[in-house]
Each structure stands twice: as structure tokens, then as C-alpha cells.
């Protein structure tokens, strides 16, 4: 035991000394290694924690909300829909929902105002996120101004800041109550932005949501499973820029592999059948270049997913802050609760660290079963 | 002498305890957030809100749940993609299944 443990360190000490003789070569393999465990666990930590922590905040959301399309486009919804849906049997209660988006050209940034169904804020007063708040350099006390619909400046007395720790839901809301949304955005009172439904049994979602759209073909009913699925999809490994980043990383690491496993550089062969020469066996070539391959990957594996890890969930994910920021002045500042999923680690590993140690140890396997005079000339 | 191999092990042996306390660091952090993330589905029922607030830049990336089919194109159907954040997005699966097709065509036997 002890002795075969002695034979694999002094292996390991001559694969060490090896790669350390073609310092320049390893050490740029290494950290372009590293860069791509890196970027690639970065955005799995990202997305996985992202869409954890979505599926368990929104399973709070609206059961059903139901809105109205014209051209295509959704439209303020009567308030007398609300009467017609809640006679569906199984519908619960239909409450309307008023809620709107207001641009800020002076800030270049988009509000969403909220109008809460319980205790809203006093007439005059509003209750802002903390993104506006810091963007507006607002405070409780302050007085806050918008443009109404008309043109006129209405201004309100800032009664609250929500928590900060709630940034990623509501960084840009503005809450406000129903008269002064009403007069601000200028919707008229027999409409609202949409209705939110309740339904006695959940899993009449979908046969509750058939029957709006019979009985108002205009309507579009959206159900809660939807709303979680959203940001299941959006950020699955098949969307927008996570399948950019995967491909560029998945082709960088083809082009590795590829270069170890079409052959070895005439250093390499040379230094193969000098080993032979010396009396090596095969088996024993193999099980230094079953090192190699594992000492650069797994150092790169290890490296890249504790970086990974840091810039997500301690560093804030701040190297993927400019594109998420896009053209948005108003940006939630947020850590993401630390949610891991080991398979995905171990995917990352049994695509990287495997492949990459068989694609060493091939194109070694063909010179070390050579006669070592055929390759040192 | 130092040999090779001790420091690669004494490497790896720190790569694996920086990785033990990260996993040890994500298991506490992720049961300390219960009560925040109490909080913030508290605020999800009280304001029925829809969305994580990730990108406000355009309406149908802030309520990506919300969106219709038509928002992201807002000039014409063969428009390109106008917001950065809508290139990170992919379209959200429940919009291809809910508009029912409005129209019909009939062959023309001639």
C-alpha cells in the first residue's frame, strides 16, 4: 500500500516538474481553464439562485389575473368584467388591480406605480422603493413630483421607503392611492389595469381560464403556474445570453480538447520515448500523463467554481451587473440567498475534468505503446 | 527537500477547504434568508405583485409574466430587439399557448 503510494507521488513529482519545465504553455492553459469554469459556474450559481428564490417569493402571486387585449396589446379591462367573471362557478372573488408604468425623463427612468388593494398610503402621500429613493435622493419627509397625463405637476409628500433588503421586487414601485393614480395617470374610473381572481380549487386554474376566454374572447387570463414558469424558462440554460455564454465556453473547451487529443507536440513524444528508454513501462507513461491531465483540471475545476461562487453570492455577481443593467438607470441592488445545486456542479465536472484527462491520456497511449527508438527519431 | 507532489496536495487541500466552507457558507446563509424571503413573498401577496423587479428598462422585461406577444415589437413585427435586457430573455412559455388563433384560411378549389 504504502509502496504503491510512494510509486504514484514520485509520478506525480516528475508530471509536476514536466508541466512546470513548460511553464508559459501550462500556466496560460490553466488560467484560460479556469476563466471558463469560472464564467461557466458563475452563471449556472446565477440563474439556479435566481430562479430558486423567484419560484419561492412569487408563490404569493395572483391565482389568476385576467387582461384585456386590443390589437394585440393589452388595454385597461372594464371594471365590468369583474361582475360578469364572478359568475363562473368555482370563482371565488374578482378584485380589480390598478397598476402603471411612468417614465421620469428627467432621471431617463421607468416607475412602476402599485396601487395597494389594503391600506394604501393617505391621499397625497406615497410610499417609494428604495432604488427611487436613491436615485431621487429621496427620504420620508420629502415632497416627490411627477407629470401627470395632462401635463400638470402633482406632487406628493414621501411617507415611507420600502426595506432595502426587498430591492428585487421593489426597487422602482411607487405605491399611491387609488384618487391620486386615478388623477395622476388620468384612467378613468370605470377602468383598471387588470383583475385578480380567486378560485376555491387550484386545480380548476386552467378550466376557470378556458371559460373567461369563452365568455370575454377579448380577455387573456394568466395563471400562477405561468408566472412561476416564467422565470423557470427565462433563465433556463436555452435562453438569451446563457446559451451565448455556453456555447463561446463549450466551443473554447472543444478547441482544448481537441489540441490534446490530435496529437502531442514533438517535446512531448521526445520526452515519451526517452522514458521508455530509461525503462519506463507503458502503464507507467499513461498513469503520468493520467496526472497531468487531472492536476491542470481539477486545480482549474476547483479554482473556477470557488471564484464563481465568490462573485455571485459574495461579490454581488458585479462582473454581470453591466449587462443585466442594460439601458436602465434604476437598477436593484440585491445578493442572492446562496441556493446550490450539486448536480450541476457535478455536470459541470463530468464535462470538463473527464473528458479533459481522457483527451490527455489518449494521444500518449498511441507514442507509449511505440518502440521507443521509432519515436526518438 | 520539498517535494512536488506535497504542494500540489497542500494546494488541493486548500482548493477543498475554501470549497467545504463555501458549501458550509451557503447552507447557513440560505437557512438564515428564510425570514427575508418571508417578507418578500409577504409583499407579493399584499401588492400581487407578478415580478422580480430585474430590469426596468422596457415594460416587457420589468412584468416579463405580463408581457404580450405584440410589446416587444413595437414598430413592426420584423423589428429587431430595441432593449438590451430583451436579448437575455427568452419569450416566457405560456405565450405561445394562450393566444388562440383568430384566424381562418379556406382553399380556394379551383
Known sequence: MTGNFERQRSIIDFTIASLLRRKGKNGALLVVYTLIIFLLSSVIFFTHALKREAAQVLQEAPEIIVQRTLTGRYQPIPLSYAARIREIRGVVSVRPRLWGYYYDGNFLANYTFVIPDEFPPPVGSVIIGSGIAKLREASPGDIIGFTGYDGKPQSYRVKEVLAEQSQLLSADLILISESDYRALSGIPADLTTDLVLKVRNRKEFATIAEKITKLLPDTRPIIRNEILRTYDAIFSWRSGIVIVIFSSAALAFVIFAWDKATGLSAEERKEIGILKAVGWESSDVLLMKFWEGLVISLSAFLLGTVLGYIHVFIGSSILFVPVLKGWSTLYPEFKLVPFVDFGHLAAIFALTVVPYTITTIIPSWRVATMDPDSVLR | ?110
Not at chain 2, 425570514?35 to 407579493?44: E, G, H, R
Not at chain 2, 410589446?71 to 405560456?94: I, K, M, N, W, Y
Open chain 2, 1 to 110: 527537500m520539498h517535494r512536488h507532489s506535497t504542494h500540489f496536495f497542500s494546494c488541493m487541500a486548500a482548493l477543498m477547504l475554501a470549497a467545504s466552507t463555501l458549501c458550509v457558507h451557503g447552507l447557513l446563509v440560505s437557512q438564515w434568508a428564510g425570514p427575508s424571503l418571508a417578507q418578500k413573498s409577504a409583499l407579493v401577496r399584499t401588492l400581487r405583485l407578478t415580478d422580480l423587479c430585474l430590469f426596468t428598462e422596457a415594460s416587457y422585461t420589468r412584468h416579463s409574466s405580463m408581457a404580450d406577444l405584440s410589446t416587444p415589437f413595437q414598430d413592426s413585427p420584423c423589428a429587431f430587439e430595441h432593449f438590451p435586457s430583451g436579448s437575455l430573455l427568452a419569450p416566457p412559455r405560456h405565450l405561445s399557448g394562450v393566444h388562440p388563433s383568430r384566424m381562418t384560411v379556406t382553399k380556394n378549389d379551383r
